[in-house]
Nanobody, 120 residues
Framework: QVQLVESGGGLVQPGGSLRLSCAASGNFRSINAMAWYRQFPGKQRELVAAITTDSDRNYADSVKGRFTISRDNAKNTWYLQMNGLKPEDTAVYYC??????????????WGKGTLVTVSS
């Protein structure tokens, strides 16, 4: 069983910053790719940022230059630093991980989501 727990969401004014964290716990061999997605009301979940084990990063065009994804392998934790937040960034943010299980299966897991609201 693998659990992903997000933290760090909340209300912030336009132009402000927030840092999201996602911690993975449970019984697994390793975490391969780590990512953040977000979902707007009535829309499909979309990729915000992803990072591989080699720290190769990928960002949605809408957040390039404002958001930074990072990971701490020793803590099985990854982060999303969000700067220059805009009202259109308001969404529920989900962390995602491809986990290598003890049986050597690569399985995707999701956190429950954390709400980020950008408003004055």
């Amino acid at each position: 069983q693998v659990q992903l727990v997000e933290s760090g969401g909340g209300l912030v004014q336009p132009g402000g910053s927030l840092r999201l964290s996602c911690a993975a716990s449970g019984n697994f061999r390793s975490i391969n790719a780590m990512a953040w997605y977000r979902q707007f009301p009535g829309k499909q979940r979309e990729l915000v940022a992803a990072i591989t084990t080699d720290s190769d990063r990928n960002y949605a065009d809408s957040v390039k230059g404002r958001f930074t994804i990072s990971r701490d392998n020793a803590k099985n934790t990854w982060y999303l630093q969000m700067n220059g937040l805009k009202p259109e960034d308001t969404a529920v943010y989900y962390c995602n991980a491809e986990v290598l299980t003890t049986s050597y299966f690569a399985i995707n897991f999701w956190g429950k989501g954390t709400l980020v609201t950008v408003s004055s």
